[in-house]
């Protein structure tokens, strides 16, 4: 399996909260996870990661994707993924549901080795979702 298509498969894993299980045969046992946002700043593995997202998808119910871009750095063993998140506050969470949705960008840069995701990093602006979504 190439890692375009590796990468493809966690990313429609993760991104529709399949979890860890489900994400894991696409990672390596040690993969990490790195975001220089607030909302993950205590998430330091992709298993944490890919449960979060599986967790924050019984919040966001009809939570789901639009993806922009897919593309592969094969010199520097890169997949990255470019997408908007879609999602409206209808049940459980921080505080009674808000009713109010996000249309939030983020990319995942996946470094590859062996044929599987080693680290991934999750560029996003967690403080523009969470306004919009009226959690802060």
């Not at 894993?13 to 696409?26: K, P, Y």
């Not at 409206?88 to 470094?111: E, F, L, N, S």
Request: charged fraction near 20%.
């Amino acid at each position: 399996m190439s890692n375009l298509t590796t990468a493809k498969a966690f990313f429609e894993l993760c991104e529709t909260g399949r979890g860890w299980e489900a994400c894991r045969a696409h990672c390596t046992p040690d993969a990490s996870f790195a975001a220089q946002a607030g909302a993950l700043a205590e998430i330091r593995t992709l298993a944490q990661y890919a449960d979060w997202m599986q967790g924050i998808l019984t919040v966001l119910t009809d939570g789901r994707y639009e993806l922009h871009a897919f593309a592969e750095d094969a010199e520097r063993g890169e997949v990255v993924a470019f997408a908007t998140f879609i999602g409206t506050h209808k049940a459980g969470g921080p505080m009674p549901p808000t009713g109010r949705t996000t249309r939030t960008d983020y990319v995942y840069a996946m470094r590859m080795r062996d044929g599987r995701i080693a680290h991934m990093t999750k560029v996003w602006n967690d403080g523009y979702a969470l306004q919009e979504l009226g959690w802060a």
